[in-house]
């Protein structure tokens, strides 16, 4: 099926770690030519762009996040050259690739960083953030970085601090600075000219900071709870009104070429009319944006119904919702949300797949991947190495192939750089031989999305909703979801003249003839006025 005009509209977007998607060469880090060694898979999986993490040169502190030339590829994932095939390969097969950009900060061995931190009077200098201590001696402000230590370190030679709102090797551009504007600008141009389809904009709500730099106020009851994680409300380090001009002018670089590349930003924003500010309300800015009151919501039918519901009153008309539920932050949604319960990740695969907007899987997500538990000696993620939960590390691991050794991920004697889980029936291999398998249901689900049968962005109307049951209707569709351990009995309006495009459930439970529909624990239905 050719690809939607414009493609991002309903799209489904694969996100891939490259380090551990799949290793072509047997040094046990996955690669670019891994990637495009398997691009037929992608496509029978029906997707539309692959999402790659960043494949930048980078000294590795935060994994790619940490961008030492923003122009060239890591020679670990494979040259520039890979990476202009694998885009003509993936659009042979109408799959368009999409880049990380880390536009918020950049390595301390980037060359304007290492000329920058040579003295006050340097051409790059203000490229970044300096201070001069408070007046203490210390740093000059309350600010904290993503680790809760101070987000300052001070440089001997100059006498002064720079700012960095992750680690001390990743500091913060100064977007106050017209260059840097201008050095992002080319940047774009370079990628967009080589024909990627756009960019994930890392940290997208966070480039720039109050000129003033004040300190930032404690956190409020009212916050959510993912900002009341933290002692400070981080209203002055980022979420600062001027970062939308920077859309404004991305959007018109965006919105010049034939292939119709997309923005889609990390916007950490929890208020829904200021998540939909992102999208532009009077000037178009990013093209969608990441919910993540939707990822952070409890996989229950009350709280996924009210982000969903609040989403969308926030966004401006004709705006893209965007769906997803695991990356390579935030953990896997089959362990997170679903306890590794198959028949729960096909409950929450319908849902994302049933909304309106469009869909983006973290690779694995398809096959039902859970969080891996790596071992604290292994652990490489610095940012979160010491955390209970094993840190970022546990969804980065490699993508299990086949119950072979080291999963089919590598050839090579070389170990796999992050451990592998637990080799078993969760592979790309047993589960495309299993008819009930996760797998082979996502694939029923990207079929009626290819066909626009699910996905559209047509009005979403609640149906019912409870503390077990939630089903919404979009368009001619129907989707009926039982999100709990127990099974349901549900009145559904006019349910004796729907039929079942898909069910999560190994039990076909139909609908009968009083409008009632018997749902066992964890299973979804998508259901259609349409035979």
Avoid at 496 to 519: I, K, M
Wanted: overall charge negative; aromatic content about 10%; hydrophobic content about 35%.
């Amino acid at each position: 099926m050719p690809r939607k005009t414009p493609w991002w509209r309903s799209a489904t977007i694969y996100q891939i770690y490259v380090r551990s998607f799949r290793d072509s060469n047997g040094d046990g880090v996955g690669d670019l030519a891994g990637i495009c060694e398997n691009l037929d898979y992608l496509q029978w999986l029906g997707t539309d762009a692959l999402w790659l993490s960043p494949c930048m040169p980078s000294p590795n502190a935060d994994f790619g996040y940490d961008v030492a030339d923003y122009f060239d590829v890591h020679p670990e994932l494979g040259t520039l050259a890979d990476l202009d095939r694998l885009i003509v390969e993936a659009a042979r097969r109408d799959i368009g690739i999409m880049l990380d950009l880390v536009p918020n900060h950049t390595s301390s061995a980037h060359p304007w960083f290492v000329d920058a931190r040579s003295g006050p009077g340097s051409s790059h200098r203000d490229y970044y953030v300096w201070s001069d201590p408070g007046p203490d001696g210390g740093p000059p402000n309350n600010w904290v970085c993503a680790t809760g230590a101070p987000a300052w370190t001070y440089d001997a030679e100059s006498g002064q601090y720079y700012l960095h709102n992750f680690l001390p090797s990743q500091p913060d551009l100064n977007w106050w600075h017209e260059p840097v504007h201008e050095e992002f600008e080319e940047i774009l141009h370079f990628w967009f000219d080589r024909g990627v389809a756009g960019f994930r904009i890392d940290v997208a709500h966070g480039l720039y900071k109050d000129a003033l730099l004040q300190d930032n106020p404690p956190v409020l009851p009212t916050d959510h709870p993912v900002i009341r994680r933290g002692k400070l409300r981080p209203v002055y380090s980022s979420h600062r009104p001027e970062v939308h001009q920077i859309y404004r002018r991305w959007r018109q670089i965006a919105d010049g070429y034939e292939q119709e590349p997309a923005l889609l930003g990390e916007t950490w924003e929890f208020d829904y009319q200021r998540f939909g500010d992102y999208y532009g309300r009077e000037v178009p800015e990013l093209h969608m944006g990441f919910n993540f009151g939707f990822v952070e919501a409890a996989f229950r039918a009350p709280d996924l119904a009210e982000v969903v519901e609040g989403t969308l009153a926030g966004l401006p008309p004709g705006a893209m919702p965007v769906w997803t539920a695991s990356n390579h932050d935030v953990g896997r949604f089959p362990t997170r949300w679903c306890g590794n319960d198959a028949r729960a990740v096909k409950a929450a695969l319908t849902v994302l797949s049933t909304l309106p907007g469009t869909l983006v899987l973290y690779y694995g997500d398809e096959l039902g991947m859970a969080d891996v538990a790596v071992p604290e000696a292994l652990r490489l993620d610095e940012m979160t190495m010491n955390k209970p939960d094993g840190g970022r590390d546990r969804c980065r691991t490699p993508m299990p192939w086949s119950s072979d050794e080291n999963a089919g991920f590598t050839s090579g004697s070389a170990r796999p750089w992050l451990p592998l889980g637990e080799i078993g029936a969760t592979n790309v291999r047993d589960e495309q031989a299993d008819p009930g398998s996760v797998l082979n249901f996502w694939r029923q689900l990207a079929a009626l999305r290819r066909d626009g049968r699910i996905g559209g962005v047509e009005k979403l109307e609640r149906v019912l909703l409870d503390d077990q049951v939630w089903a919404y209707r979009v368009g001619e569709v129907t989707t009926v979801a039982n999100l709990s351990d127990q099974v349901a009995l549900r009145p559904l309006p006019g349910a004796g003249q729907l039929s079942v495009l898909a069910s999560s459930g190994a039990s076909h439970p139909g609908a009968e003839a009083l409008g009632d529909v018997r749902l066992d624990p964890w299973q979804a239905l998508v259901l259609s006025t349409r035979p």
